[in-house]
C-alpha cells in the first residue's frame, strides 16, 4: 500500500495520488510495482525501500568518509 501525502499552503496535510515534489511517502507491505513507483518517481535506491522491509534490519545511519 502506498499513500502520498503533501502540505498544502494553509499547513494542511492532503492526500495525493501521485508523486510530487516535497511530498511525504508512505509504504506498508508495498508491491514490486509500488516499489518501482517511487524508485522511478523520486530517484531512491530500491535497496533503502527493500532494506526497511527485512525484519532482520536495524535502523541506522550511515557516515561516508570524505576524503579530507
Known amino acids: ?4 501525502y503533501l502540505t498544502d499552503e494553509q499547513d494542511r496535510l492532503i492526500k495525493k ?4 515534489k516535497g511530498c511525504w511517502i508512505n509504504l506498508t507491505r ?5 516499489i518501482q513507483k517511487v524508485v ?3 530517484g531512491i ?3 533503502f ?5 527485512d525484519d532482520d ?3 541506522r545511519i550511515e557516515k561516508r568518509m570524505i576524503p579530507s
Open 49 to 53: 525501500i527493500r532494506d526497511s522491509l
Open 17 to 20: 495520488d501521485e508523486l510530487t
Open 30 to 34: 508495498p508491491s514490486e510495482f509500488e
Open 45 to 47: 535506491s530500491s535497496d
Open 1 to 4: 500500500m502506498i499513500d502520498i
Open 40 to 42: 522511478e518517481g523520486t
Open 57 to 59: 534490519e536495524r535502523s
